[in-house]
């Protein structure tokens, strides 16, 4: 159980296009989603929390035009990222927390590499 | 918000017990200790929780000092799978228990 999938894996997008990442929970109704960015060699860096039915909260410094985020189901959180330039090339990953849980329940998904040329 | 302070590598014998430590001195009463591992270009694997007492569960046990200042994550027989960064993680409770990764350690278990 609590398994979270993110589509897709991998990414390959030219300098300027939108890219759309999915974060879902799979067995489970998550009200609360997060997303992380992770650079190579780095740690996770969270992004945003995201709250099914209502606007994310973006962490500072995270350009909330730049980064759009839906909630708009249990299941379904997406990322997308406007207008991408090679700089938000990174790893792009995903957490959830299910809906009546503890706040400190969450898991996480495989993540989604994003290259952008 | 409590931060916590992990070296940056180590390395381990396979077999042989891998014991992590984390210096977290500035965590507050309510605060537990995460500990998450990710694998190479994968999402991170919860492993273990707590707050004042050692808690063991079947991969890892969590042994924090009484003063809390500090814990140690303890793989009891590394393997070569068990490779990885390992995170110590305080949640921040009065934040919406967000996840604030720090550096976290290298650990190379090797043959």
């Known amino acids: 159980g609590a398994v979270v999938s993110q589509h897709p894996s991998w990414v390959i997008c030219k300098s300027g296009t939108s890219v759309k990442i999915e974060c879902r929970s799979l067995?489970?109704?998550?009200?609360?989603m997060f997303w992380y960015r992770q650079f190579p060699k780095q740690s996770l860096m969270l992004m945003a929390t995201?709250?099914?039915?209502?606007?994310?909260?973006?962490e500072q410094g995270v350009e909330k035009d730049k980064f759009l985020i839906n909630h708009a189901s249990l299941t379904l959180s997406t990322l997308t990222v406007t207008s991408a330039h090679p700089e938000d090339s990174s790893f792009y990953i995903c957490s959830a927390r299910p809906s009546g849980a503890g706040i400190d329940e969450q898991f996480f998904g495989p993540g989604t590499r994003l290259t952008v040329l | 918000d409590a931060k916590t302070t992990q070296p940056p590598s180590m390395d381990c014998a396979e077999g042989r017990a891998a014991n992590l430590p984390c210096n977290h001195s500035t965590i507050s009463g309510n605060e537990y200790v995460y500990w998450y591992r990710q694998i190479h270009s994968q999402g991170p694997q919860y492993i273990i929780h707590g707050l004042k007492n050692n808690e063991t569960n079947e991969m890892a046990s969590l042994i924090i000092t009484e003063d809390r200042k500090s814990s140690t994550l303890i793989l009891p027989h590394a393997t070569l799978r068990d490779t990885a960064v390992y995170y110590c993680i305080v949640l921040i409770y009065n934040q919406g228990g967000k996840l604030i990764f720090g550096q976290g350690t290298e650990l190379s278990v090797k043959p």
């Open positions: 995201s709250n099914e039915g209502s606007k994310a909260t973006y």
């Open positions: 067995d489970f109704q998550a009200t609360t």
